[in-house]
């Protein structure tokens, strides 16, 4: 079956050269992007590589580079002298490892082109004793061409999607072969043990760690300090998507009283004019993030639209009651633990698979609450959260505890990796 997938994807290849051509000549982005494609590597980077021995990392992009953040830190720790490649499927991804690992890592780049000719060559490369795959990223030619070199494989913060499971199971027959040669994976959850398992996976290839995300360092994320609320209570819709503006406005004009305000934050900054039509045509007091003096003055409005970006991390430090976005339209939902973690209670949308086990525990847990895609359902648990003083900060507190009770999964997930290496050297040592 990999033969019929490379000749696949080499048709596919050949069909779409002509517009690659295109793209190298006139796209300095597109020419830098597609480099890294086709696994060409600056020489002096491959000469220091020489003699070494490597683990690759490889994710696919923000969301899930924020998995292994906390696992390639804890690695170092164990051993600093460790070297470390990481491959992303999308740019943001790879200036994501770049900003938070720096010189941690030895090389990032984008991954290549699931090839056989362009995975082997990028093997041929570098000396690799371990390659560990993110989350749901299954290639087959990098899992293939790794198993053909013996090279263990592991899958870490394992998990699969609803709506990816049922594409994996129809396909079954080919990816139960392809995920077979992966030496270990470790799930998120039972669900997600299940799901593996289903698709053919051998269960005692399985174990179960909570999600790495978990391990993120929150300590870093920076807050609103001395800001005086004078006693209003402050909504917080985070990652607001196309579609979903509607429902947040409207649920917020049903429950607006004079001591609350609504911080809302598009999850892409194009959407902001749209809210701003809406607001324009309506008597609320509103204002763009940009043109506050300072943080302090959101109290003085009923409305604040967040239009600059990497703002609304700080902006939960001084909310009252999150709002996710993302799940009340089929886009799978956005990250909650940065609102729980801290302290307050969230309400979501029943469309958050992306974040589904999360989410599931989050909910089990009593802090969160999914509702559907009604004005009046989120009105009305808006509203209970904001006149139940003591039910909402105890929904809050649960988030937070259940995020502290669940750090050190990344230590853990560090420590097992570093024993794979252990093993590996000890059957050298007997060869």
């Known amino acids: 079956m990999i033969f019929v997938y490379n000749l696949i ?9 002509p517009f690659l051509i295109i793209l ?4 300095k982005k597109w020419r830098a992007e597609l480099k890294q494609r086709f696994g060409i590597i600056d020489k002096n980077l491959l000469g220091n590589a020489k003699g070494k021995k490597f683990i690759w990392f490889h994710s696919a992009s923000v969301g899930e580079v924020q998995a292994l953040i906390p696992v390639i830190k804890e690695l170092k720790k164990l051993i600093p002298q460790k070297e470390i490649i990481v491959t992303t499927t999308s740019m943001n991804g790879k200036k994501k490892v770049e900003k938070e690992l720096g010189n941690m ?6 991954l290549p082109l699931d090839t056989s000719y362009l995975i082997n060559n990028f093997l041929n490369k570098f000396n690799i004793e371990l390659i560990s795959i993110i989350e749901t990223e299954i290639w087959p030619n990098l899992i293939y061409c790794g198993f053909k070199r013996q090279i263990p494989i592991i899958v870490i913060n394992g998990r699969i999607s609803v709506k990816s499971f049922k594409f994996y199971y129809l396909a079954r027959f080919f990816f139960s072969n392809i995920l077979n040669k992966i030496n270990l994976f470790i799930v998120q959850s039972e669900k997600m043990r299940k799901r593996y398992a289903l698709l053919g996976v051998d269960p005692k290839k399985i174990m179960i760690l909570s999600n790495v995300k978990y391990s993120q360092e929150f300590n870093d994320i920076k807050v609103f300090k001395d800001i005086d609320k004078k006693n ?11 579609g979903e503006e509607d429902l947040i406005l409207l649920a917020f004009n049903k429950i607006k009283e004079e001591n609350t305000i609504l911080i809302i934050a598009p999850r892409h900054l194009n959407r902001v004019n749209y809210i701003l039509k809406k607001l324009k045509k309506s008597k609320i007091k509103w204002q763009l993030y940009s043109s506050l003096k300072s943080p302090g003055e959101i109290i003085y409005y009923d409305i604040v639209i967040i239009d600059t970006m990497g703002e609304l991390k700080k902006i939960y430090s001084i909310g009252d009651i999150a709002i996710i976005g993302g799940g009340f339209k089929k886009y799978g939902g956005h990250n909650p633990l940065e609102a729980a973690v801290f302290g307050l209670p969230i309400i979501t949308g ?6 589904e086990d999360t989410v599931d525990m989050l909910v ?14 989120v009105a009305l648990k808006l509203k209970f959260l904001m006149d139940n003083d003591d039910i909402r900060k105890q929904a809050g507190e649960k988030n937070k505890l259940f995020i502290d009770k669940m750090q050190g999964t990344a ?3 560090a420590i097992i990796i570093n024993e ?3 093993n590996l050297k000890e059957a050298d040592k007997n060869v």
């Open 9 to 17: 994807i080499n048709i596919f290849l050949i069909i779409f050269s």
């Open 24 to 27: 190298i000549i006139f796209s």
């Open 105 to 110: 890592v030895f090389f990032v780049s984008l």
């Open 232 to 242: 209003k209570k402050i909504i917080i819709a985070g990652s607001i998507r196309e």
């Open 350 to 355: 029943e469309f958050m698979f992306n974040f």
């Open 364 to 377: 089990k847990n009593g802090g969160t609450f999914k509702v559907k895609n009604s004005v009046e359902e």
């Open 411 to 413: 230590e853990s997930t």
């Open 420 to 422: 794979i290496l252990i």
